[in-house]
């Protein structure tokens, strides 16, 4: 009896002894994983699963010197623009974004190149915002700055879009030249004479994250495919209009270094008076059948894999770091 005693005592202490390695060997992983999968980027004091922030950010070494906000059209992005530049004097960074008439968004590769030089050269932290297509710095032997971005509903910009270029906003746009009739014709009128405007959408949010490569302005599977690899790949973070706040509270777990108080300084006097002054005039109600017909056929059925993309990972990051 006091020999199996003894034996019973000896295995109990050889479990403490495994359990207490495993515990530690657990630890030291979270640690590597945590430089090694985040780079350089602050992590909240809030505890989530390595395994699933793993599959949500598997960038590694971004070069946290430099953040690039290649805004995408009607999705808010004036509104955070005047908040970064806010959030830039609080958190001491600087803010860049230039905007020169008849600007395209696509980049030849010697474009690509001196768009690389023009970053690098810049004091930092620096913060660059710009209606512009992603660009791959790997491609060029560079290490890949923070990429974020921000995207809504689809036919939600669709109409802000339609409307926008017939009627602008307080701050201009508008006058395109279609004609008297088009240019008062709903969305709704638009679909039942079958317009090429509303059958063939401009295909507008997914290249932002395809890319530079040709492919990527063809309304096409491949080009949404890339787009997807391309957020999972090197993108820190993409938010969506629609959980706005919640966008910004991920951004501040995330990138505190650019994004501390951004939540609250979204509800600033001067952001709401961006917001204000930016808003779509004359927008009309779409009707539901003008809009199942924009979501099942045409390419905006594509942007809405984007879209459900896109919000699918935001709830995930939502669900470890604000839940």
């Known amino acids: ?57 598997i960038k590694k070494n971004y070069d946290d010197r430099y953040l690039i906000f290649n805004r995408v059209p009607k999705c808010g992005s004036m509104s955070l623009t005047s908040t970064s530049y806010s959030l830039g004097a609080q958190n001491g960074f600087k803010v860049a974004s230039p905007y020169e008439d008849g600007e395209k968004p696509n980049k030849s590769g010697e474009e690509q190149m001196e768009f690389i030089k023009y970053l690098h ?30 995207i809504r509903d689809p036919i939600a910009r669709f109409e802000s879009f339609y409307y926008f270029s017939r009627f602008g906003n307080q701050r201009g746009g508008g006058g395109a030249k279609l004609g008297d009739q088009k240019t008062q014709e709903t969305i709704d009128e638009c679909v039942q004479k079958r317009r090429q ?26 080009a949404l495919d890339r787009a997807k690899e391309n957020i999972k790949n090197h993108y820190v973070f993409v ?34 008076k961006v ?18 017909f924009l979501r099942t056929e045409t390419c905006l059925s594509l942007e809405y894999e984007l879209y459900d993309f896109v919000r699918e990972r935001l709830y995930q990051f939502k669900d470890m770091l604000l839940d």
């Open 197 to 222: 405007e509303c059958t063939k959408p401009y295909w507008q949010v997914v290249p932002y994250f395809c890319g530079q490569e040709p492919g990527c302005m063809s309304r096409s599977r491949w």
């Open 275 to 292: 917001r204000n002054e930016t808003y779509t005039r004359n927008k009309r109600e779409t009707s539901e059948a003008a809009k199942i």
């Open 1 to 57: 009896m006091f020999l199996k005693r003894r034996f019973i005592k000896r295995r109990l202490l050889y479990l403490v002894i495994i359990s207490a390695f495993m515990v530690l060997m657990f630890m030291n992983n979270g640690h590597r994983f945590t430089s090694a999968r985040m780079g350089n980027l602050p992590r909240s004091g809030k505890h989530f699963s390595s395994a699933n922030i793993q599959s949500l950010v």
């Open 239 to 272: 938010g969506t209009l629609e959980d706005l706040d919640d966008s910004l509270k991920i951004l501040e777990h995330l990138i505190p270094r650019y994004f501390k108080n951004a939540a609250q300084s979204m509800k600033s006097q001067k952001t709401i």
């Open 121 to 150: 050269s810049q004091t930092h932290p620096f913060m660059y915002i710009r209606h512009q297509y992603f660009i791959d710095f790997e491609n060029f032997g560079e290490k890949q700055p923070i990429y974020i971005n921000m």
